[in-house]
Each structure stands twice: as structure tokens, then as C-alpha cells.
Nanobody, 121 residues
Framework: QVQLAESGGGLVQPGGSLKLSCAAS????????MAWHRQAPGKERELVARITYGLSTNYLDSVKGRFAISRDNAKNTVYLQMNSLKPEDTAVYYC???????????????WGQGTQVTVSS
């Protein structure tokens, strides 16, 4: 059974930094796309950043130049380095991954449980 476990959230002052991690575990053959999403209170979930197996990336416009997504394929882990944080970045952050797993193998999306990021003075 595949699981995603996030870590690294917390409370930070405006202008500060946080680094989120999300590790996939279980019987995994390959992880294709990995991504971070967020959902603020009263708002819809939005895609923050995405990274392919080949390390191509794309970002939500409002985080470009401040956030950086990366991955370690050997560790089945995706990271989100968040710099110059703003109060409007406050949200629950979720990771997702498109993973091939199982016997016989199949490919589907998996989601983490979410980690709270609060940007406040």
C-alpha cells in the first residue's frame, strides 16, 4: 500500500522561509509527476507547483520566484522550498504523486494528509 507523508509545516513570520517534504512509501515501481497543492480557508484547492520525473517544473504565478519544487527520486521524496512567505500563503499544503505500484502494476494518484503553513507576525 502506497502512502505519502508530509512534514515541515508550521508558523513563520512574513518574509520567512519553510521547507516542506513529502515522502512516498510502499511498493513503488515508478513515480511520475509529483506536485504540491494548497487550500486556504474558504477557498478552493489550487496547484502550487509540479515536477515531472524528468525534472520539468511549473508554478502558480503568485509563487514564481519565491517557491522552488525539487525531488529526490532515490528517496521517493518531493520538496517545496518556500521563501519570502506572505500571509496569503497561509493554507494547508498537500502533496500528490502519480505512482505506478502493485502486483499487477497500476498507476494512480496518491495524496498526503496535508500540513498547515501559517504566515503571521
Amino acid at each position: 500500500q502506497v502512502q505519502l507523508a508530509e512534514s515541515g509545516g508550521g508558523l513563520v513570520q512574513p518574509g520567512g522561509s519553510l521547507k516542506l517534504s513529502c515522502a512516498a512509501s510502499g511498493t513503488i515501481f515508478r513515480i511520475y509527476e509529483m506536485a504540491w497543492h494548497r487550500q486556504a480557508p474558504g477557498k478552493e484547492r489550487e496547484l502550487v507547483a509540479r515536477i515531472t520525473y524528468g525534472l520539468s517544473t511549473n508554478y502558480l504565478d503568485s509563487v514564481k520566484g519565491r517557491f522552488a519544487i525539487s525531488r529526490d527520486n532515490a528517496k521517493n521524496t518531493v520538496y517545496l522550498q518556500m521563501n519570502s512567505l506572505k500571509p496569503e500563503d497561509t493554507a494547508v499544503y498537500y502533496c500528490s504523486a502519480l505512482i505506478e505500484s502493485g502486483y499487477p502494476s497500476y498507476t494512480r494518484d496518491y495524496w498526503g494528509q496535508g500540513t498547515q503553513v501559517t504566515v503571521s507576525s
